[in-house]
């Protein structure tokens, strides 16, 4: 029963996460603080302090991982946040792999923007003179190689898609 108030959970999140950021390009904090707080009641009903200890470090966890992307200005808070949230339902371990599938399906959306725009190459050569930089000068500056507008895409979307992918193989774990 827990898994399915879990799972219920975990859709209304994305769902209400993807609404937000669509509408507002913010994830507003109402939402992502409250499904913390929801996680970590449903962690304390599920198995007690074990699981408060699980749904808090499914929290800290998606802060540890992607704050550097955070300060590069490559992320935003909100994508943090709705990963943290992730994690107060779900675990940390959960967080992590759905951390992972979500920039597979990032970096496949990006490869199509870039593709379709036409400016892979550019993009490309981009990355690399700024990697050349933070080398040669051995400092890490925010990376802010074209305008947004040029390819930017909202990366809820991938969010949404990879926890979705780490659903159907989680749910074929267990």
Same mark, same amino acid.
Do not use: W
């Given at each position: 029963m827990i898994f399915v108030i879990k799972y219920a959970l975990l &859709? &209304? $999140?994305l769902l209400m996460s993807l609404i937000s950021d669509v509408k507002t390009r913010k994830i507003k904090n109402l939402i992502v603080f409250s499904f913390m707080v929801m996680g970590v009641? +449903? /962690?304390l009903c599920e198995t007690g302090l074990v699981g408060i200890l699980n749904s808090m470090? /499914? @929290?800290i966890l998606p802060i540890l991982i992607l704050f550097p992307l955070f300060v590069l200005k490559m992320l935003g808070a909100g994508d943090i946040k709705c990963f943290s949230a992730i994690g107060a @339902? &779900? /675990?940390a371990g959960f967080a992590a792999e759905s951390i992972i599938y979500s920039f597979i399906v990032g970096g496949v959306i990006a490869l199509i @923007? &870039? $593709?379709f !725009? !036409? !400016?892979a190459v550019k993009r490309f050569k981009g990355l690399l003179n700024y990697l050349k930089t933070c080398i040669l000068t051995f400092s890490i500056t925010q990376y802010d190689d074209l305008k947004r507008s040029e390819g930017a895409f909202r990366f809820t979307y991938a969010v949404v898609i990879g926890v +979705? @992918? !780490?659903l159907y193989f989680f749910q074929s774990k267990h």
């Amino acid at each position: 029963m827990i898994f399915v108030i879990k799972y219920a959970l975990l &859709m &209304m $999140l994305l769902l209400m996460s993807l609404i937000s950021d669509v509408k507002t390009r913010k994830i507003k904090n109402l939402i992502v603080f409250s499904f913390m707080v929801m996680g970590v009641l +449903i /962690g304390l009903c599920e198995t007690g302090l074990v699981g408060i200890l699980n749904s808090m470090c /499914g @929290i800290i966890l998606p802060i540890l991982i992607l704050f550097p992307l955070f300060v590069l200005k490559m992320l935003g808070a909100g994508d943090i946040k709705c990963f943290s949230a992730i994690g107060a @339902i &779900m /675990g940390a371990g959960f967080a992590a792999e759905s951390i992972i599938y979500s920039f597979i399906v990032g970096g496949v959306i990006a490869l199509i @923007i &870039m $593709l379709f !725009n !036409n !400016n892979a190459v550019k993009r490309f050569k981009g990355l690399l003179n700024y990697l050349k930089t933070c080398i040669l000068t051995f400092s890490i500056t925010q990376y802010d190689d074209l305008k947004r507008s040029e390819g930017a895409f909202r990366f809820t979307y991938a969010v949404v898609i990879g926890v +979705i @992918i !780490n659903l159907y193989f989680f749910q074929s774990k267990h």
